[in-house]
């Protein structure tokens, strides 16, 4: 299972930069170059990768992380995942049906990107991004508190056995010397000796699974 601190990090380092890259794709758009043109294209480029990586993590990426980690987003933090799907969307359709010859040009005739950038971008993305955050965190410190505890819970109960099959032994031992040949009375010992036995293979195997969760 993946840990959420996990899924976290990398839907945030996806999905932050388009706040700075939407706003930069805008300015690039309807400033007087006063860049050169190679240093034009490589912000253009970052910008393009960076929003086109954020709408891949919102609309599909974050569903596979969260089922490797066995986690559902709860109901208002899908609602805001939502919202920032349909903030970045516009930028996301333009790098979808454009050249990058023709981005600039296309943003430049859709002024309203401008607004969509500082007013629904940053705001929604930003609060969506601190909220998971803050989520997956006391999630995962949920999950590990109860990991913890079913260790402890786990150990115990494999002290408790252990000692039951130590004095079941002992008993054992004294029964067998006792009856000699007979033996009655000792195999029923030693059938519930391999009944705790079991017990313990168990709480091992528990305690393993635990260790590797």
Known sequence: MKPLSDVQNSAFMAIAPCRAASLALVVLANEDSQHAPDTMKELLEQSVRRIKSAYAMLTEGLDKLLAES?????????TQ???????????AEVLSTQSDG???ERVREMPSLTAQALYKVEPIVSQFLIDMT??????????????D????????NAETVGRHIQLIAFN???????IG???????VIASEIRNLSGRT???????SGYLRA
């Not at 505890?149 to 115990?156: L, P, Q, T």
């Not at 040949?181 to 195999?187: L, P, S």
């Open 70 to 78: 066995e986690y559902e987003l709860p109901g208002d933090l899908g």
């Open 81 to 91: 995942r939502k919202k920032s799907i349909d903030a970045l969307a516009p930028f």
């Open 102 to 104: 023709q981005i600039l």
């Open 134 to 147: 803050k989520n997956m965190f006391e999630a995962q410190k949920s999950r590990d508190s109860a990991r």
């Open 149 to 156: 505890e079913g260790m402890r819970d786990a150990i115990e």
């Open 172 to 178: 054992a031992s004294i029964e067998a010397a006792r």
């Open 181 to 187: 040949d007979q033996g009655k009375g000792f195999a």
């Open 201 to 207: 293979q168990t709480l091992l195997d528990t305690m």
